[in-house]
């Protein structure tokens, strides 16, 4: 079945580096843009980045701009977010969801937790 | 980009409908027939219910419908059941050719 399974967060203090990835399975992923959304603890979704199929277009938040990193390796079926010089506001769940050809986002992974803290 | 604006909490009774709104500008909700909404179960991850403003994905109850008036989306929820109590999100496309959310809406039956 289709599939999205993030992993890579942790507690981090701020100012350091994290790298989140996103296994995807079920489907032919180069076929798709993919997203990361993120949810701070309590509060609403916020869209964070997306990447196209191809990888050679990429647009982010201006929340994270010039600090994270959208890529994927479509041979390995992964999405990735670098993320760097984090701040406390970005702890949050971190999702990957599949894009669509309509601009909505189908396929959700179940999440993955950023906690940046001293 | 700033957040699309939903009411914060919308109550009702079994079997009542509700209607949650969703508020932006000619920039997004205006500018795209290109509006979803998600549904949020407490610890859980958002799933999709309604797509391009007003079309449900296989799966989901017909109960689950969309609309949109100029720069304001709804989304009704027909037959209230106890499931369907949960955090919604409308999200729309923009013209600087991202995503935006809206605050999200806390559905609560009574």
């Known amino acids: 079945q289709v599939q999205l399974v993030e992993s890579g967060g942790g507690l981090v203090k701020p100012g350091g580096s994290l790298r989140l990835s996103c296994a995807a399975s079920?489907?032919?992923?180069?076929?798709?843009?993919m997203n990361w959304i993120r949810q701070a603890p309590g509060k609403g979704l916020e869209w964070v980045s997306y990447i196209t199929s191809s990888g050679s277009n990429v647009y982010y938040a201006d929340s994270v701009k010039g600090r994270f990193t959208i890529s994927r390796d479509n041979a390995k079926n992964s999405l990735f977010l670098q993320m760097n010089s984090l701040r406390a506001e970005d702890t949050a769940v971190y999702y990957c969801?599949?894009?669509?050809?309509?601009?909505?986002?189908?396929?959700w992974g179940q999440g993955t937790t950023v906690t940046v803290s001293s | 980009q700033s957040a699309l604006t939903q009411p914060a909490s919308v109550s009702g009774s079994p079997g009542q409908s509700i209607t949650i709104s969703c508020t932006g500008t000619s920039s997004d909700v205006g500018g795209y027939n290109y509006v979803s909404w998600y549904q949020q179960h407490p610890g859980k991850a958002p799933k999709l219910k309604i797509y391009?403003?007003?079309k449900r994905p296989s799966g989901v109850s017909n109960r689950f419908s969309g609309s949109k008036s100029g720069n304001t989306a709804s989304l009704t929820i027909s037959g209230l059941q106890a499931e369907d109590e949960a955090d919604y999100y409308c999200s729309s496309y923009t013209s600087s050719s991202t995503y935006v959310f809206g605050t999200g809406t806390k559905v609560t039956v009574l």
């Open positions: 079920g489907f032919t992923f180069s076929d798709y843009y």
């Open positions: 391009d403003v007003s």
């Open positions: 969801a599949r894009d669509s050809s309509s601009w909505y986002l189908g396929v």
